[in-house]
Structures are given as C-alpha cells and as structure tokens.
C-alpha cells in the first residue's frame, strides 16, 4: 500500500484517498447486509445485523487510513474519536452507515460517508450510495461532483415549489415536535420527501433532486461530507439566526430559497422542543 507523506494533505490528495476508501468500505457493507440475509447464522436479530456491519465497516475505514496515515485523528460514529491536537493535522470524520434502517429494510439509501477536515474546516468528502454505486464529491474551493457533473444546486425560487427534504430523530418527544412543524410547513411546500439518510439528502439537494432541506439533531459525522457538497454546489449551509449547522438545526437551500424557508423554521420553531 502507498503511503501518503504527513505533508501531502491538499483537498485533492484527501479526496483521493477518501473515495477509495469510501468504496472498499460500501463493498463490504453490502456483501455484510447479503450475508446476514442468506446466512441465518449470521442474523441473531436484525439489530445485530445493523450494528455488526455499523462496526465493521467503520473499523476497516479505521485501520485503512491508519496504514495510510498514521498521524490523522478520526471522529467515527462507532468507535467515537482519536484525535490529534497539532495545528495543520488532519481529522477524518466518518459515518460508516449513514441510513441504518434504510439498510435493515434493504432501502437503497444508505451510504457511507467520509470527510477530511483540516483545523476544524472539513476541505474534501465524499459520500457513496453503498446500495447503488451512486458517488458526490467535493473539494473545499473545488466544487461539487457527481459522474463528472458539477452540480450546481436547484433554480426554484419559491417555497410554495419546493420540494423539501428533512428526517426526524428517534426519541417520541422529538418526532412530536417535529411532526408539528411538518404538519404546519406542508402546506407552504410543493411536498416533503423524508428518505432516511442525512448525507444523501444533502447530496441530492446539491444536485437539485430535491430543492432544500433541513434537520434538527445531526452529529457531524452525518452532515461533515454532504454539508461540504452541498456548499460547493452554491447552496447556503447554515443553522438557524447566524448559528453555525449542526445539531441544532442543519438548513440547506439555494439562496434564492433560503431567507424563505430560514423565516418560515424560526416562525415555527423548528429548532425547540427536546
């Protein structure tokens, strides 16, 4: 395996890393998720099934960037954090299964998710659709990619045409809250669209397959590489009054749509309840 010298960590030569990575580690979700299913030894419960690839994948994404970068700290959803403290280093933050349950259903919607963040600025990430192959990158400055296609984001520029995307936690009080303002935001919207993984949404509202969208409740490892994307493909990535995105409030929108949707979540405080 080539070694990555401590010096060589441009935006590209991150990226690079990431989407090989990023790949052998979809492989091995989907040949886990096809194993548990014709092999009934493998399959305790179907939360086994879930936890036992969330771990195994994100300990090869782990020791992948271990070989490769010894110095690098990383914010993993599994295991938690190794990070380093020097000024310059880089830290990996990975989501290995983005879209759990989209991946116990057999949903083709979960992805594995990989950013490269430098003094605590995320410069290069990628997201791959585990399930299909579909692939977004970007670079910090470099732009948003899909199959060669720079993605630019989508041109409606009413609220009453939007077609929104968002997801909602697992705690009842919360999804309480959140099926409120759903019920009161619907009827300003073309329609609502709740597919299950934060990176991909992010993804497809960089591509302009949805038109906007936002949660409450994102850890950084479910919005670090898709937030990246959609920021490169022109969309403002933001939380609520000023408030950086995160856990929250994540609001991601063209700017046409932006102020619009921003207004209509703080009217109905979108980012409240528990």
């Known amino acids: 395996m080539v070694t990555v010298e401590t010096g060589a960590s441009t935006p590209d030569v991150l990226l690079g890393?990431?989407?090989?990575?990023?790949?052998?580690?979809?492989?091995?979700a989907r040949r886990m998720r096809a194993e548990a299913i014709t092999d009934v030894r493998t399959k305790s419960t179907d939360t086994d099934v879930v936890t036992a690839a969330d771990r195994a994948v994100e300990r090869q994404v782990v020791d992948a960037l271990a070989a490769e970068r010894p110095q690098d700290g990383v914010l993993g959803e599994e295991y938690g954090t190794s990070a380093t403290a020097s000024a310059g280093a880089v830290r990996w933050i990975l989501d290995p299964i983005d879209g759990t349950v989209n991946y116990l259903y057999g949903l083709p919607l979960y992805a594995v998710s990989l950013a490269a963040e430098v003094d605590g600025v995320v410069v290069a990430g990628v997201v791959c659709n585990a399930a299909t192959g579909d692939?977004?990158?970007?670079?910090?400055?470099?732009?948003?990619?899909?199959?060669?296609?720079?993605?630019?984001?989508?041109?409606?520029?009413?609220?009453?045409q939007t077609l929104l995307g968002t997801g909602f936690g697992y705690d009842p009080a919360r999804r309480a809250h959140q099926g409120a303002v759903l019920a009161a935001l619907i009827t300003r919207v073309r329609d609502i669209r709740r597919l299950g993984a934060a990176s991909i949404d992010l993804c497809l509202a960089a591509e302009g397959a949805l038109d906007a969208y936002f949660e409450k409740g994102l850890n950084p490892w479910d919005h670090a590489a898709g937030g990246l994307i959609a920021a490169e493909a022109g969309l403002r990535v933001s939380g609520l009054d000023g408030a950086a995105a995160g856990v929250d409030m994540l609001v991601a929108a063209p700017p046409a749509l932006f102020d619009a949707l921003h207004d209509a979540l703080v009217e109905l405080d979108a980012a409240g309840g528990p």
């Open 135 to 160: 692939e977004w990158t970007a670079t910090l400055g470099g732009g948003a990619w899909r199959d060669g296609r720079r993605l630019s984001g989508s041109v409606r520029t009413g609220l009453d």
């Open 17 to 28: 890393m990431a989407v090989r990575i990023a790949r052998e580690a979809a492989a091995t």
